[in-house]
């Protein structure tokens, strides 16, 4: 419902916004308008427009054509301060952060008033207690997860009494519990009369969420819908403008040797605010798939960068194969057959003023024989980028277009990509559709399948419960640095993993 407020004036409307970029038409003639108390979904693949279009609602940049209102008079934001003074916040889905300032002074920086650090302090105390948003605010962000930065955006953007509020995949690191807790503050704001502009992948939480439903494809308006009218096949389809097959298996899943195998995994905590991890166990197969669940900040980061070698374990028994791995580096690992994907794609999987053919070069360079005797090989590397791109269906110019230049959906699966495409016997990878559309999902999914038929066997670590229980052959679940027992997927209870995961992040499991 939307709050009782039909017939008044939309707290924002759009009429014919386009925006151009060179070789771009991000947005083209788009209009639609979104009530006061209504949640209203924007969906589209990635690269349909919607990051362009929230952008210029929340004054980052302007429109070339078309007009913007707001309750009715015309509306003009020149830049974010005149957005946010008109009431309208924002939750990013990659985080303005500065990485070595602590939890406070980056919600200061968002801050236009003239709060002591006391006043602000309170402020977000209470903001915390309200909407159960677990953070320390004198913590470095540096040392935070994934889904503790996402808690800092949410409460900078809750402290300034958004009219309406723009969320950008807010639950891509939540766990179902969170989630809940996270629409359960989204109601509440919406029964006050906010407005949310709801953007996300995931789209039986659209179901779940919104009133209504803007669709963009090649950034233009292609429908609008009723989400609790549709299903999430439908709404794909709407966005994707055909059918969605689903992940394909094999039939029967046979697995062979053991191709990884982690015993006595432990190590401590590298800064105050990490996670040790303890007494790490598993094996994985050949041809399968084994998850990882957990909520964001329990080990994940460092148990991959133990896997990969960036954090190295000789007392630990890692075997790939009948070759121990644990004192090796990364580069050593992946030329032994081991290759690997972070969760963060920005920075420490791609660097994003480099060009495609480099970001490849970074880990394909030795599996892929794009360096001789020191020297890049340009024709190969372009070659091998160019393959990612046309394999993987990656909207970008070329192989010479910068990382930073393609959406997050396109940089996550030109990522996957260059690493699938290495033919490793093992890939570990986290998040593997962090923010991406519905189509790209099911297309890295089915990458992933593949990969295991073939033979590799492969590690994934989400906080996406319906992914891993979609893809994966055997779980276990990762909470404070301790990794569960083994369970098949096909017995497992979503009750029983959820309470594995504990709930809230750093609290202990606890059964009522």
Request: glycine fraction near 10%; charged fraction near 20%; hydrophobic fraction near 40%.
């Amino acid at each position: 419902m939307s709050n009782g407020q039909e017939g008044a004036a939309p707290r924002l409307k759009l009429e014919g916004i386009t925006k151009r970029f060179p070789g771009v038409l991000a947005n083209d003639q788009v209009s639609f308008y979104i009530a006061p108390g209504e949640i209203h979904a924007l969906l589209g693949e990635n690269g349909a427009g919607k990051s362009t279009l929230v952008k210029m609602i929340y004054g980052i940049m302007a429109p070339d054509a078309g007009r913007m209102f707001w309750n009715g008079a015309p509306m003009q934001v020149n830049n974010p301060r005149a957005a946010r003074r008109l009431g309208v916040g924002m939750v990013f889905q990659h985080f303005s952060l500065f990485e070595a300032l602590t939890v406070l002074e980056n919600i200061a920086l968002g801050m236009d008033g003239n709060l002591s650090r006391r006043e602000l302090e309170t402020k977000v105390r209470e903001v915390m207690a309200t909407y159960k948003l677990v953070l320390d605010p004198s913590r470095v962000v540096s040392s935070l997860s994934v889904g503790e930065r996402q808690r800092i955006e949410i409460v900078r953007a809750l402290l300034l009494n958004p009219k309406l509020l723009i969320m950008d995949e807010p639950t891509s690191v939540l766990t179902p519990q969170e989630v809940e807790q996270l629409f359960g503050t989204l109601r509440q704001l919406r029964d006050e009369g906010c407005s949310i502009l709801y953007i996300s992948h995931k789209l039986h939480e659209i179901r779940e969420l919104c009133d209504n439903a803007t669709i963009l494809r090649n950034g233009r308006v292609v429908g609008e819908c009723d989400p609790r009218q549709e299903t999430s096949t439908s709404m794909a389809e709407k966005m994707i403008g055909g059918s969605l097959k689903g992940v394909a298996k094999s039939g029967e899943r046979v697995f062979g040797d053991v191709l990884l195998e982690v015993n006595g995994l432990s190590l401590p905590k590298t800064h105050d605010f990490g996670t040790a991890l303890e007494d790490i166990r598993f094996k994985v197969r050949k041809g399968e798939i084994f998850g990882v669940a957990g909520v964001a900040g329990n080990g994940q980061n460092e148990l991959l960068a133990a896997l990969s070698g960036e954090m190295r374990s000789p007392d630990a028994h890692i075997n790939l194969h009948g070759l121990e791995i644990g004192h090796m580096g990364p580069n050593r690992r992946r030329k032994a057959g081991l290759c690997c994907v972070p969760e963060e794609r920005n920075g420490h999987a791609a660097v994003a003023d480099f060009s495609l053919s480099d970001n490849a070069v970074l880990t394909a360079r030795h599996r892929q024989g794009l360096v001789r005797s020191g020297m890049v090989r340009n024709k190969a590397s372009h070659a091998f980028a160019s393959d990612v791109i046309t394999r993987f269906s990656v909207k970008a110019t070329g192989s010479g277009a910068t990382a930073g230049s393609l959406s997050g959906g396109n940089l996550q699966k030109f990522i996957m990509g260059r690493e699938i495409l290495q033919r490793p016997q093992v890939l570990v990878v986290s998040q593997p559709t962090w923010g991406v559309d519905a189509g790209a999902a099911e297309f890295i999914h089915q990458a992933l399948v593949d990969m295991a038929d073939a033979g590799s066997g492969i590690v994934v670590i989400s906080q996406d419960l319906d992914e891993l229980l979609e893809l994966c052959d055997t779980l276990s679940v990762i909470n404070l640095g301790r990794l569960s027992p083994p369970m098949e997927v096909e017995n497992a209870s979503i009750e029983e993993i959820g309470l594995l995961m504990g709930g809230i992040h750093g609290q202990e499991a606890v059964a009522t």
